[in-house]
Structures are given as structure tokens and as C-alpha cells.
């Protein structure tokens, strides 16, 4: 953050801008979650990425709010459809606005989104933003229809993460050797660099989901428990269980039959079967290819910095 500081102050603005409409409720909303937004993770990628390829003008600051804008309007869509309370601790916007707007302004972010995308005047950023956007959106569609369901398979479930999360990260990192009209092969490191990174980044958040204080993961634990779905954690706990074990994860998460008790037992079989350790080992294999993806660039401030993003995500876990 402090490499890119100035470019993310920019980013910040451009991103209170664009939020701007006279319709009061849209802005109000809108700045309710990004005013309780993260880290900024996917437009630093973007504003990193760029300086990485020694690109010097401004074009990276507006793709990065338009990766912003992407991944907030997934965020409302995506509490709707989870019919979560808490988003990052706070309350979430559909819990203060309800399911109608928080729809709803979530389109606004798109049209925003795609907006920013015309007025860069590139079909090659066009191309890559709304090819991500349309996969994050069929991630989130697998994911619900594996909901419920104990035979996923492992590579199914790597098929949603892929989709909801890693397409998003791996377009923001490719935006930077784009604007910077860098070669192919810096570009295609790039994208490698960031879909690695985006499937150790939900590994970790997976495994969180069962391992973590409210505090340190932005969102109460077993919300992933209670909305039955399927992650690496539990369907690793799953198949190494025996009958007995099978049968309780049968009833919580496919009957969806779950009391008091039950997201306690649901982390001592984890525990038992160390799904949490297994999955943070995958998101460590991950974040492995994520950082030798990135020798084609010669060592750098940006370089580093983007390394230390694979290791920030995956410590998360420790």
C-alpha cells in the first residue's frame, strides 16, 4: 500500500466520483460498504501490476476503481443470495437497505463498472474485464448449485473458486502489462501470477471460515457451516470420515437439520481430519506458483510487493 499510495489515493477518489448519482439512496448505500470495505486488494494488484511493468501514466487508476467496482457489486449481490447479516463485521448492506436495493445497486456498480472500461478506449481491457466479470458470475452460479450437495468433487469446487474469485484477481493483475503494452508473455505471467493467487486467497478464507475469531475474519464463523456449502475443509473431513461422520455432515449441511452443538462438532471433525491444515497446504502449493510466475520480471520494489501480497493472503491462516 505504501508503494502505490499515491495511485490508490487517486483510485479512492475516482471511486467516491463515480458513485455519485441523484439518486440519494445509491450513493448511501454504495458508501456503506465501501466505506467498510478491506484492504483494496484486487485494485492494489491492479495499481502494483502496472508499476511492475514501468508503465507511467493514468490509465491503471481508473481500471483499478472499475476491478473495485466489479468485485462491490458482486459483494451486494452476493449477501442478497446468502442472506447474510454481517459483511466484515459490520452490518451488511442488505441487512441495513434490504434485498431490493442492495440488487439493485449492485447494477449501479456494473454500469459504473463498464463505464470506466468504454472511456479507457481499449477493446483488449474491454475484453479482459467483461470476460472476467461474466466468469465470476457463472463461479457464483456453480457454487449455488453445489450447495446442499456432499458429492461435489474437489474439482468442482476448484471450478467455483476459480470462477467467483481467482478470474477477478487474474484480470486485475493482466490489466498492468496491457496499459503498460508490455509482451504477451509478461502479460500471460501476470494472469498466471494472479490466478494462483486468487485460489490461495479463497482456500484461506475457506479454511477461515472454520478456524477464526469474528475480528480477524470480518464475518461471524460457520457462515460457509450454515449455508451448506461446499468447501475443501469439509469435503476433505467428509470423505475421510467414517459412517457416523458422513451421516452428521449428510444432515447438516444437505437436510440442512443443524443445532447449537453442531458447529462445534463440525470443527472437531475438521480438526480430527486436519482439513484445515490440508486446504492452507493447497493454498501454500498455490501461492507458490503465484510467486514463480512472476520470475520473468526482474527483481523491483513492485516485484517484492507482489510477493508479499501471495505470503500476506496465505499467513492470514497462522
Keep these: ?78 449477501d442478497v443470495v446468502d442472506e447474510s447479516e454481517l459483511r466484515r463485521g459490520q452490518a451488511s448492506a442488505n441487512a441495513l437497505f434490504g434485498n431490493k436495493p442492495s440488487v439493485l445497486v449492485g447494477d449501479f456498480l456494473f454500469a459504473r463498472a463498464f463505464q470506466l472500461m468504454i472511456e479507457d478506449k481499449s477493446l483488449e481491457t474491454l475484453r479482459i474485464l467483461a470476460a472476467a466479470s461474466a466468469t465470476l458470475a457463472e463461479g457464483e452460479v456453480l457454487q449455488l448449485i453445489t450447495q446442499n450437495d456432499l458429492s461435489t468433487t474437489e474439482a468442482q469446487y476448484l471450478e467455483v473458486i476459480e470462477g467467483k474469485t481467482a478470474a477477478l484477481f487474474a484480470a486485475a493483475t493482466r490489466l498492468g502489462a496491457v496499459v503498460a503494452d508490455r509482451p504477451q508473455a509478461e502479460a500471460e505471467a501476470l494472469d498466471a501470477y494472479g490466478h494462483n493467487l486468487g485460489i490461495a486467497f479463497q482456500l484461506v478464507d475457506d479454511a477461515l471460515d472454520y478456524s477464526a475469531e469474528q475480528a480477524s475474519l470480518g464475518k461471524t464463523v460457520g457462515d460457509d457451516f450454515r449455508e451448506g456449502k461446499m468447501t475443501l475443509p469439509v469435503l476433505l473431513a467428509f470423505h475421510d470420515g467414517d459412517t457416523a461422520e458422513q451421516a452428521f455432515w449428510r444432515r447438516t449441511l444437505e437436510e440442512g437439520e443443524q443445532g447449537e452443538a453442531d458447529l462445534g462438532e463440525a470443527q472437531r471433525l475438521l480438526e480430527r481430519h486436519n482439513g484445515i491444515g490440508r486446504t492452507i497446504d493447497r493454498a501454500e502449493t498455490y501461492g507458490e506458483a503465484a510467486i514463480r510466475a512472476l520470475d520473468i520480471f526482474p527483481a523491483n520494489e513492485a516485484k517484492l510487493a507482489l510477493i508479499d501480497v501471495v505470503r500476506f493472503c496465505i499467513d492470514r491462516a497462522r
Design 1 to 78: 500500500m505504501d508503494l502505490v499510495a499515491e495511485d490508490l489515493s487517486a483510485c479512492n477518489t475516482l471511486i467516491v466520483e463515480r458513485m455519485h448519482s441523484h439518486v440519494a439512496l445509491i450513493p448511501q448505500l454504495a458508501a456503506h460498504i465501501v466505506a467498510a470495505g478491506g484492504k483494496r486488494l484486487r485494485p492494489l494488484l491492479t495499481l502494483a501490476a502496472s508499476r511492475l511493468c514501468g508503465y507511467e501514466g493514468v490509465r491503471h487508476v481508473s481500471l483499478a476503481a472499475c476491478v473495485e467496482f466489479i468485485h462491490t457489486a458482486t459483494l451486494l449481490h452476493d
